[in-house]
């Protein structure tokens, strides 16, 4: 029985570099996805909606910012929701043709009736428009 040499086995460094650029591909574009959901996910929630609409209906901030304003694409939020009660909190990054701002929402809920006691928002020039409404 005739025995053949095995080649000589050599370790490839680019196929080794290759193999972790791709894994921390893999996990990045993994992260990004679930923050992107999760985002989306808070995009959908009442406070969130709500802020959104009493800002672009008031007009100062239309005319701070000018139109159409539009919101980041990211922003700092957490919403919490347990049985009849909920808060909410959110600084949402908008922009539009004239100026930037943040809006500002702090929501608490009771009985799914969500109340705002802090819904506003802080013009870069330093100004703060309040948007909640009037407590009577």
Known sequence: ???TAQPKRRDNPWVLIATIAACVLIIATAIWTFAGFMLDVL???EPYLHGMSAMRSNAQVVEALGAPIEAGRFF???ISVSGHRGDARYAVPIHGPKSTATLHIAAHSENGVWAYPTLEVNVADGRV???APAQP
Do not use: F, K, P, S
């Open 76 to 78: 700092e939020g957490n």
């Open 129 to 131: 428009i309040d948007l």
């Open 1 to 3: 029985m005739a025995v």
């Open 43 to 45: 995009r959908g929630t």
